[in-house]
């Protein structure tokens, strides 16, 4: 099976995309696949509640279903320290959730590390 990153650079203004990268997540985990997801930018602002619950895409659904597949299948989440950061991600946003604050440095070790990678 391949080690698939998935690299989510778009958040609540971009629904669709947003919502497609945790799909993408969802449907690699099911084929056995090995996945790692990679938010940065605007994507970081998926971890807050109020985005999980009420995200909807064109033809994707309410984010919060692919999140919880991807979330409880032990999936690492990696941030961008930075983009959090900037966009004022709290610890409260990220209480009862798994993940890691990482870099740009992270992110090119990542994606050098898998087999392909996807960017949402």
Do not use: C, N, W
């Amino acid at each position: 099976m391949a080690k698939i990153l998935v690299h989510i650079t778009h958040g609540p203004e971009h629904p669709t995309r947003a919502a497609l990268g945790f799909h993408i997540a969802k449907a690699a985990i099911e084929e056995g696949h090995s996945v790692t997801l990679f938010l940065a930018g605007d994507g970081v602002q998926l971890m807050r509640e109020g985005a999980i619950d009420h995200l909807r895409g064109l033809g994707t659904g309410v984010l919060r279903e692919p999140y919880d597949a991807v979330a409880s299948s032990g999936v690492k989440i990696y941030l961008s320290g930075m983009s959090s950061k900037s966009r004022g991600l709290s610890e409260k946003d990220l209480e009862g959730k798994s993940y890691e604050f990482a870099s740009p440095k992270d992110l090119v070790r990542l994606a050098v590390e898998h087999d392909r990678m996807f960017t949402y």
